[in-house]
């Protein structure tokens, strides 16, 4: 029996981005708005490396900052490539970034950025993922963080 095994066709212009945790590539594309993008999502697939990854493919849309800022922080230790003209123009190991400007909601709800809407600002901290609200300097954990992650 030969080994089963996903062929997906390279994207020419967009974002793809390997080695995601298993369930991370529907949280990545609920959090960045896709507009006019094709969307192609692997789940659960084998991965030598780690046992059971996500792949996800973003073709026709260039990513910003704020939406590279929240793969940065669902799809830790992933791979963000940017392919231009079918070829790797940047390669990203995913890390968690030192700031998310206007990528979290304060769990605080009496922090001024819930009362009057403006941009969040949160200075995160790496292990263990933490985040620190710039205006009213409430501390949220991982899983609040994750929870807390605007919608695209
Ligand atoms: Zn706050």
Excluded: W
């Excluded at 594309?29 to 192609?40: K, S």
């Excluded at 046992?51 to 973003?58: E, Q, S």
Aim: aromatic share 4%.
């Amino acid at each position: 029996m030969s080994e089963k095994k996903i062929h997906i066709s390279p994207i020419k212009n967009g974002t793809a981005i390997d080695h995601l945790p298993v369930g991370t590539s529907l949280k990545i594309l609920e959090a960045i708005n896709v507009n006019d993008a094709t969307c192609t999502a692997a789940m659960n697939v084998e991965s030598k490396k780690m046992g059971r990854k996500d792949i996800l493919f973003i073709e026709g849309k260039e990513l910003n900052e704020t939406e590279m800022d929240k793969i940065r922080i669902l799809g830790k230790n992933g791979t963000m490539n940017i392919i231009k003209d079918s070829k790797i123009s940047k390669k990203e190991s995913i890390d968690y970034p030192n700031e998310a400007k206007g990528i979290l909601t304060c769990a605080n709800e009496k922090c001024i950025t819930n009362k009057e809407g403006l941009i969040t600002k949160f200075s995160l901290k790496k292990n263990p993922l933490s985040a620190k609200c710039f205006y009213c300097e409430k501390s949220m954990d991982k899983k609040e963080i994750m929870n807390s992650i605007k919608k695209g």
